[in-house]
């Protein structure tokens, strides 16, 4: 855990440092990143991954960044082939053909560009056929309005607005179940902006906790900006409930795979390697992949979380 802590460390220098030197340098370059590359052999497994519009400050909600890291590390696996669109959207709609799951990284609520125009539509044409769906962070949570019943039905559960909360905090993750997701993947601790009190489906049918922990008292505290919640989320922290963080999910026709990840609002984050291999085993779990004992190879140069990072001033 200590290592693992060195390289987070070490990683948010190398961030913050790049933000200090200004905006002109190789850190924001996102020229070499292969956008909707496309590739039209049946017998690799494509993977899109949807990148949100810039969003936040620095060092966080780095969707275009992120995303790319994902990129490299899916490739890790024979076969799999990643194609990145960025803004929240693939120019060209082909994009989607064949692909065997899609992952949404990217702001939510009125700023989700899955409920966009007829994007919602679109995605659930690719449920129908069985397609995986992965949400990232900001990326489970629809607005009140549109949403809900689909993220619901398609990755288990989603964060409702008035009732799931998000503070910053860190997660003590003491135990890992026994699933396909969670291979390879050890006990550990990491502060993140963990949302929690999710709305999950009825009974938890199909749902697999992944990532739970016990929120501190402090997490209801509006000193570090987050927020109260309903007195019911209140109650559950002062009796030291247990909370879900990330889930796998097995939808009800039996076909399609869907996971919710509430954490990666920090770039440096990824540096946890506990971190992005639940994650980039999710990715291939819900495209139907076999996930080896070890967990799937993310392996990740430091340097790379100081790359393709979005201008967004100092």
Request: glycine share 12%.
């Amino acid at each position: 855990m200590r290592n693992s802590m060195k390289l987070i460390l070490a990683a948010s220098m190398l961030c913050f440092g790049a933000m200090a030197r200004g905006e002109d340098d190789a850190a924001h370059d996102q020229s070499k990143v292969p956008l909707e590359v496309d590739t039209k052999d049946p017998g690799l497994t494509k993977v899109v991954l949807i990148a949100g519009p810039r969003s936040h400050g620095p060092g966080a909600h780095e969707f275009f960044a992120g995303c790319a890291l994902l990129m490299n590390m899916l490739k890790q696996t024979p076969g799999i082939y990643p194609v990145m669109c960025r803004d929240g959207w693939p120019k060209n709609p082909e994009i989607f053909n064949g692909a065997k799951t899609i992952v949404c990284y990217s702001d939510g609520g009125g700023g989700h560009p899955l409920l966009r125009d007829n994007h919602l539509d679109v995605i659930g044409g690719l449920m129908k056929k069985g397609v995986g769906l992965a949400l990232i962070h900001y990326a489970v949570e629809p607005t009140k309005e549109k949403g809900e019943k689909e993220f619901i039905e398609w990755v288990g559960g989603c964060f409702e607005v008035n009732w799931s909360v998000n503070p910053t905090w860190v997660a003590d993750f003491t135990s890992i179940p026994d699933h396909p997701v969670a291979r390879g993947v050890k006990p550990f601790k990491i502060n993140d902006e963990w949302y929690f009190n999710m709305r999950f489906a009825d009974g938890m049918k199909g749902v697999t906790p992944l990532f739970f922990a016990i929120p501190p008292a402090s997490t209801m505290s509006r000193k570090d900006g987050a927020h109260e919640g309903n007195p019911d989320v209140r109650k559950a922290v002062a009796e030291g409930k247990q909370q879900d963080m990330a889930w796998a999910f097995d939808r009800a026709d039996g076909i399609g795979r869907g996971f919710g990840f509430t954490g990666a609002h920090y770039h440096s984050n990824w540096g946890e390697p506990n971190f992005r291999r639940l994650v980039v085993n999710a990715i291939l779990w819900t495209a139907h992949l076999d996930i080896p004992a070890g967990g799937a190879k993310c392996d990740l140069d430091p340097a790379d979380l100081n790359k393709n990072l979005d201008k967004k001033g100092k």
